[in-house]
């Protein structure tokens, strides 16, 4: 059986390949594949813009979080344009019911754009990159959500936008940095703005999007908080320091998603909250909390040397 439309190959919207993905993988076991999923949801983007800041520091966390702006908007746009109908048949199993349309496949876009990045900024090797965008493609195909032609446009889409934004990005970044802060405030406060006005206008059962704005909404209010009373940089130099810092906020960011995946699926004001919530520490608390960390090592070395008779 095949969902083409009739301006894309038919071989690429056949639920062959997802009845021998299923197969290769036997049925019934889905969770595994959800949670390779994450990488590439909302809480994976997030995570991934974290420890971009916390460990990079703020160039690669605002890269980060403008390509996959433009990704979000592009992909919902043709999402919208080009009408295709989720996988359907009697050879498949579809483990999940999303409603929206099929083409492209956003978690394979998004996951290359991510990772995609960061590769071409030298901070991951291409095999880490090629490895994930992999593991989410097969993830959408065994959960009977995407055809091969979604996950195939998907990340081709990406390797296009990490291109194309790879260009453009130093010329706006440079022009970005002579923009008074008050510009990126009156930014922050219209995006949450329209996040709560957006808020009534979702599915009811779109839990990603109301987890879209959570963590748009707080991450909006949390890196223009960082830049104006934390100042973050990373720890040069200093593996150890690094890791005490990541082993500290990594584990009070997987709370926020733990409590979010054990609720209910009516409960999407509180998965609002919980992804908003989760913003505001990832990329306002950890960076505020680093921050204290190392002003106080510092003073301690401080003391340490002026107390050494040599």
Do not use: K
């Not at 095949?2 to 690429?12: N, Y």
């Not at 049925?27 to 800041?53: K, Y």
């Not at 291409?126 to 593991?135: D, G, Q, W």
């Not at 923009?179 to 405030?185: A, C, E, I, T």
Request: charged share 10%.
């Amino acid at each position: 059986m095949t969902g083409a439309p009739p301006w894309l190959p038919d071989l690429l919207f056949r639920t062959d390949t997802i009845a021998r993905v299923q197969a290769f993988f036997g049925l019934g076991h889905p969770l595994p594949f959800r949670i390779v999923g994450l990488i590439a949801a909302t809480w994976g983007v997030l995570l991934a813009i974290a420890f971009a800041l916390w460990l990079w520091g703020r160039a690669d966390a605002y890269a980060l979080a403008a390509i996959v702006t433009v990704e979000a908007l592009l992909n919902l746009t043709m999402n919208h344009l080009l009408d295709v109908a989720r996988p359907a048949g009697p050879g498949i199993v579809s483990y999940e019911q999303i409603p929206l349309d099929s083409f492209p496949s956003g978690h394979v876009f998004t996951a290359t754009v991510v990772w995609g990045l960061l590769w071409a900024r030298g901070r991951i090797p291409l095999s880490a990159t090629m490895l994930v965008v992999t593991a989410v493609a097969i993830s959408r195909l065994y959960l009977g959500v995407h055809y091969l032609g979604d996950v195939l446009a998907g990340a081709l889409l990406g390797a296009v936008v990490v291109w194309g934004f790879q260009s453009a990005w130093p010329a706006v970044e440079s022009r970005l940095r002579h923009l008074p802060y008050s510009v990126f405030v009156g930014c922050g406060v219209a995006t949450c703005l329209a996040a709560v006005a957006a808020a009534p206008l979702l599915a009811a059962g779109n839990s990603s999007a109301w987890n879209a704005l959570g963590v748009l909404t707080g991450g909006s209010a949390a890196l223009l908080l960082e830049y104006r009373f934390i100042g973050y940089q990373p720890v040069a130099g200093a593996e150890g320091a690094v890791w005490r810092r990541l082993v500290v906020a990594f584990p009070i960011t997987l709370v926020f998603l733990v409590i979010e995946r054990t609720t209910g699926e009516g409960e999407l004001a509180l998965g609002l909250l919980l992804s908003a919530l989760a913003a505001l520490w990832a990329l306002g608390g950890a960076p505020a909390l680093f921050t204290w960390m190392t002003r106080r090592e510092a003073a301690g070395r401080r003391i340490g040397s002026n107390a050494d008779p040599g």
